[in-house]
C-alpha cells in the first residue's frame, strides 16, 4: 500500500513532475519507421503532444502547435530549411528558431524572438525514438534485439487506456502467469471449447528479482523444476525504466510501455524470431506494424489469449491504480522492489545523477546483450507456439512467414528444440 501522495509521484509523467524528469533520462519509440512518410505525424509522449517530420536523412520533432497562434504542425510544409506551418506559412528550422513569417514587414525582427520546442528523434531497429530530456542527451541504447541480424521482425501496437507504472509492476509480478494465462485462460478457452494452455498453468514454486546494469532480472522455478532450468539460471529482465524482454523458443520480444501521457501508454510488442543455430533468414526490406485488438465487438476485453489477458488486467485496475487501497503480499515481492528502485532512482536525480541503465558510453553501445531462457517453462518451443498461434504475433501481416520460418529451420537442424503443435507439452 502507498500514500495517495507516493502514488502521484510515482505515477505522474508531464513536464516537471519528479517522475516526468526521471523518465526525461530516457528515449522512447513513438512510430515505427515505416509510418513517417513525405507528411508529418502527430504523437503524444510523457504528457506533451509533438509533431515529426522527415528531412532527408533527419528526422525533425517539433511541440505540435505553433507559436503563431497555436494551429497543429502536422498539416504542415516539410521544406529544405525545416517545417512551415500551413496556417500562415511561419518557418521553423529543425533547432525550431523561427526563420520566416510571410505576413509580417520585410523589415521585422519579431521573427528573431520566436522559437519553437524542439526535441530530438533517431531511428532504430525499424522504430523511430524520440528523447525529451536536457542535453546533452544519452545514447539510443542499441538493445541486442534492435541490432541483430539473421532474424525476422515485427511490431504489434496498441494505445491502453491506463498509466505505464501499473503495466511495468506486471513485469515483476511471475505469479499471474498461472492464474491469469493458465487457470483464468483456460476458464475462457473452456467456455469456447477452444484448445487448453496448460504450459502456462504451472505453479511457481520459487520466484527471485535481482537488480542489474539495466533493470531487474526476474527468476522463477516451476512445479516439477529445479534451480538447474534456465528460468532461474537465466531468467529475463524488466529493462528500466519501461520495458520489458520476454520470449522462448527462438522468439524474443521487448514489450516498450510508452508513457503517452498520465492515463494512457502506448504499447510496443517488438518481436525478433531468430531460429536457433545459423539458419539464415532472407533480409526483411521494412519491419511491418499492425495494431493489436484489445476490444470484442460489445466493447468488453478481448480475454482468450495471453496479451489481451494482460491489457485487461492493467485496464481494469482503473486509470491509475488506487495504489491507497490495495494489500500485497509475499507474493507481491517484486512489485515492492519495484516500487523501492523507482524511489531511489528519483532521489538519485533530484541529487543531478543519471538513473539507472542511461548510456553515455559509445565503447559498449554496438549491441547491448540483455539475458533471455531460450527453454523457457523447459519447452521454448511450446511457449513460442502458444504466441505465434494464439496470442498478438498471429495478427502480424509476416504471422505465416515466420511459423514457416521455425518449420523449415527445425527440419534443418538435427536435435534442436523441436516444434511441438500440442501447446500442453
Ligand atoms: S498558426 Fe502557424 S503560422 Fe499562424
Ligand atoms: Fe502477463
Known amino acids: 500500500m502507498l500514500t495517495t501522495e ?84 511561419w518557418l521553423y528550422g529543425m533547432d525550431g528558431q523561427c526563420l520566416e513569417q510571410p505576413a509580417e514587414p520585410a523589415s521585422s525582427t519579431f521573427k528573431d524572438r520566436i522559437k519553437a520546442v524542439t526535441y530530438r528523434a533517431e531511428e532504430l531497429g525499424g522504430l523511430i525514438f524520440v528523447y525529451m530530456g536536457k542535453d546533452p ?18 511490431v504489434g501496437h496498441a494505445l491502453l487506456p491506463m498509466n505505464w ?9 511471475p505469479h499471474h502467469v498461472e492464474w491469469l494465462h493458465g487457470h483464468y485462460m483456460n476458464f475462457v478457452r473452456g467456455i469456447s471449447g477452444e484448445q487448453q494452455a496448460e504450459v502456462l498453468m504451472r505453479k511457481h514454486e520459487k520466484i527471485a528479482f535481482d537488480v542489474f546494469d539495466y ?12 534451480e538447474e532450468d534456465e528460468d532461474w539460471k537465466v531468467g529475463h529482465p524488466l529493462v528500466f525504466p519501461a520495458m520489458l524482454r520476454v520470449g522462448g523458443g527462438g522468439h524474443y520480444q521487448f514489450q516498450i510501455r510508452v508513457p503517452v501521457d498520465d492515463t494512457h501508454t502506448s504499447h510496443f510488442w ?21 495494431e493489436v485488438p484489445i476490444y470484442d465487438e460489445k466493447g468488453d476485453y478481448l480475454v482468450d489469449f495471453v496479451d489481451g489477458q494482460d491489457v485487461m488486467a492493467w485496464a481494469s485496475q482503473g486509470e491509475i491504480a488506487d495504489r491507497s487501497n490495495e494489500h500485497l503480499g509475499k507474493s507481491d515481492l517484486g512489485v515492492i522492489m519495484l516500487r523501492r528502485l523507482f524511489q531511489e532512482q528519483l532521489d538519485q536525480v533530484e541529487g543531478g545523477a543519471d538513473p539507472l541503465g542511461v548510456v553515455r558510453d559509445e565503447s559498449i553501445n554496438d549491441c547491448i546483450t540483455l539475458p533471455q531462457e531460450k527453454k523457457k517453462f523447459g519447452t521454448g518451443a511450446g511457449f513460442r507456439y502458444e504466441f505465434l498461434t494464439m496470442g498478438q504475433c498471429r495478427y502480424s501481416p509476416i504471422a505465416q512467414d515466420v511459423l514457416k520460418l521455425f518449420e523449415e529451420a527445425e527440419k534443418s537442424l538435427a536435435g534442436g528444440d523441436a516444434m511441438h503443435h500440442d501447446a500442453s507439452v
Open 6 to 89: 507516493l502514488n502521484e509521484r510515482l505515477t505522474r509523467v508531464g513536464p516537471g513532475t519528479p517522475m516526468g524528469t526521471l523518465l526525461r533520462h530516457y528515449w522512447y519509440p513513438v512510430a515505427a519507421t515505416s509510418e513517417l512518410g513525405p507528411e508529418p505525424i502527430q504523437r503524444r509522449l510523457l504528457g506533451e503532444d509533438i509533431v515529426l517530420y522527415r528531412k532527408g536523412d533527419e528526422i525533425g520533432v517539433i511541440e505540435a502547435q505553433c507559436p503563431h497562434r497555436r494551429a497543429s504542425m502536422r498539416y504542415a510544409i516539410v521544406e529544405e530549411r525545416g517545417i512551415r506551418c500551413g496556417y500562415h506559412g
Open 137 to 154: 542527451a544519452p545514447l539510443l541504447p542499441r538493445f541486442d534485439l534492435f541490432v541483430w541480424d539473421n532474424c525476422l521482425r515485427d
Open 215 to 226: 533493470g531487474i532480472i526476474k527468476r522463477r522455478v516451476l512445479e516439477g523444476m529445479t
Open 165 to 173: 507504472l501499473q503495466v511495468m509492476e506486471n513485469s515483476v509480478d
Open 270 to 290: 517488438y518481436d525478433v524470431y531468430k531460429p536457433d543455430g545459423d539458419y539464415i533468414v532472407a533480409p526483411q526490406e521494412s519491419v511491418p506494424l499492425f
